[in-house]
């Protein structure tokens, strides 16, 4: 296992789930930090460049980096698997420290600061949930303040813990910058009506993408240059000597306990498994109490693999739930902690979490 801290070189732009182009749309929004299916795109493709692989070989592909995405079964990747990506950003030391999604079972406190709302049966405190149980901030609770927020490692403990935290701005990290383009004919002249605006993003200085990677371990990973995310915009990678891992889990599964997503994840059932049972993961029966989840989000993504004018090329679009979404369970007769919560991807990324033990409901 190697992480990679990806850093850019220029802004980057990582479209949503929506296809674009300028005769079918006017904006094209970044979604930050991309979805796993960004990163394991740019890190085949540059698995090719390292293996000088003939790009009009198929054989050759499919020996260097497996076969195409496909949305049912496992994924075959040449032994890839992936971790992420999360955002990350560079200490005064040197060191590099993981940053994690503001949750969504958090409110404002007058003071300024967060922390995270409590379980309650009452429908008039309602704020937001599933079945018989209800998340309700405390008397405390503030004007809610719309800017993004991210978590350092100590912000986290708090939240877990129940304590107030401060957080992050998202603007202290990055910001969202927006340029304006217009389509072109195969001649280069200006098409009519193709004006269209993309949203780029701009990070700060030492602020980047963390990746855990598994299964490429060719020279050319210790550093070096990639292309990532549209536009090939250029992005320096290297080799962490540090471990940078997430907040351990427990032992053995809690009787009460909540997940928290570091990452996104897909369910056939919207916020559920498409059985709507929970046993695949966690071994046996866990009961769902309720969850807290801010909107979803759309990933789609283009297979370079199938012709480019083609609308095969395109991946269906389909609806995640956001990393920062907070799950609460039940454990009945669950034995086991799973790796992952996701009905896809979990090779490349998906479905990644943070468990805590919770009071009783």
């Known amino acids: 296992m190697r992480t990679l801290f990806i850093e850019p070189q220029d802004v980057w732009l990582f479209r949503d789930g929506r296809p674009f182009d300028a005769s079918s749309a006017h904006r094209a929004e970044s979604l930050f930090p991309p979805s796993p299916i960004v990163l394991q795109g740019a890190i085949r493709s540059h698995q090719l460049v390292l293996k000088n692989v003939d790009l009009t070989n198929p054989r050759q592909i499919r020996e260097a980096v497996g076969e ?35 949750p969504a079972d958090v409110y404002q406190l007058k003071s300024g600061g967060f922390e995270a709302a409590s379980l309650h049966s009452r429908i008039s405190e309602l704020v937001c949930g599933t079945s018989s149980l209800l998340l309700r901030p405390g008397g405390d609770a503030g004007k809610p303040d719309e800017s993004p927020r991210w978590l350092t ?4 403990k708090k939240y877990f813990a129940g304590e107030s935290f401060e957080g992050i701005r ?4 990055y910001e969202k910058e927006n340029r304006f383009g217009i389509g072109r004919n195969e001649q280069w002249v200006v098409k009519q009506g193709m004006l269209y605006e993309a949203e780029f993003i701009r990070l700060r200085a030492g602020v980047g993408l963390l990746v855990d990677m598994d299964g490429y371990n060719d020279a050319g990973w210790e550093a070096g240059l990639m292309q990532l995310g549209g536009e090939s915009r250029a992005a ?21 306990f909540k997940i928290y997503f570091v990452t996104p994840s897909y369910f056939g059932n919207g916020v559920e498994p498409k059985t709507k049972t929970w046993h695949d993961f966690f071994g ?39 990393a920062g979404s907070v799950y609460y369970f039940k454990n009945i007769s669950g034995t086991k902690i799973p790796e992952s919560l996701t ?4 090779e490349i990324g998906f479905g990644r979490f943070i468990l805590s033990e919770t009071k009783e409901w």
């Open 170 to 173: 998202a603007d202290e990290l």
């Open 153 to 156: 490692e100590e912000d986290l």
């Open 236 to 256: 320096h990678y290297e080799t962490l000597q540090q471990q940078v891992p997430l907040l351990p889990n427990p032992a053995a599964l809690p009787t009460y």
């Open 68 to 102: 195409s995405l496909t949305f049912d079964g496992a994924l075959n990747l040449n032994g890839l698997t992936l971790s992420g990506p999360f955002l990350a950003r560079r200490k005064s030391d040197g060191s590099i420290e993981r940053l994690y999604p503001m």
């Open 284 to 322: 046996s029966e866990v009961k769902l109490g309720t969850v807290a989840v801010r909107g979803y989000e759309t990933l789609g993504g283009f297979d370079w693999a199938k012709n480019p004018n083609s609308h095969e090329a395109h991946r269906p679009s389909r609806r995640y739930i956001p």
């Open 343 to 346: 009905e896809f991807g979990a």
